[in-house]
């Protein structure tokens, strides 16, 4: 069994930062894309930001200079460290991350439960 353990979320004035975490689990075999997406109420789930197992980035333009996705190989863990909030990220934060594991010895994609992060005006 292949979990996606995310925390880090939480409530915060605007202006202000956090950081997620998603830690993979299971037997793994390798990790190819990982990234982040959120879901706002009554709003479809958007992406917020990727980066491959090389490790190029991608964002969305709507977070582009205040999040940064980083990934730490050793720990199959993604990161997304966001900076300057606004009231507009308040949504569910989920995880996801294409790997391969031991049990398919395929690239399967799997998803976080998700982390709330809701930010104050």
């Known amino acids: 069994q292949v979990h996606l353990v995310e925390s880090g979320g939480g409530l915060v004035q605007a202006g202000g930062s956090l950081r997620l975490s998603c830690a993979a689990t299971?037997?793994?075999?390798?990790?190819?894309?990982m990234g982040w997406y959120r879901q706002a109420p009554e709003k479809q789930r958007e992406l917020v930001a990727t980066?491959?197992?090389?490790?190029?980035?991608h964002y969305a333009d709507s977070v582009k200079g205040r999040f940064t996705i980083s990934r730490d190989d050793a720990k199959n863990t993604v990161y997304l460290q966001m900076n300057s909030l606004k009231p507009e990220d308040t949504a569910v934060y989920y995880c996801?991350?294409?790997?391969?594991?031991?049990?398919?010895?395929?690239?399967?994609?799997?998803w976080g439960q998700g982390t709330q992060v809701t930010v104050s005006s």
């Open positions: 980066i491959t197992s090389g490790g190029s980035t």
């Open positions: 996801n991350a294409d790997l391969i594991t031991l049990a398919t010895m395929r690239s399967v994609d799997y």
């Open positions: 299971g037997s793994i075999v390798s990790i190819n894309d």
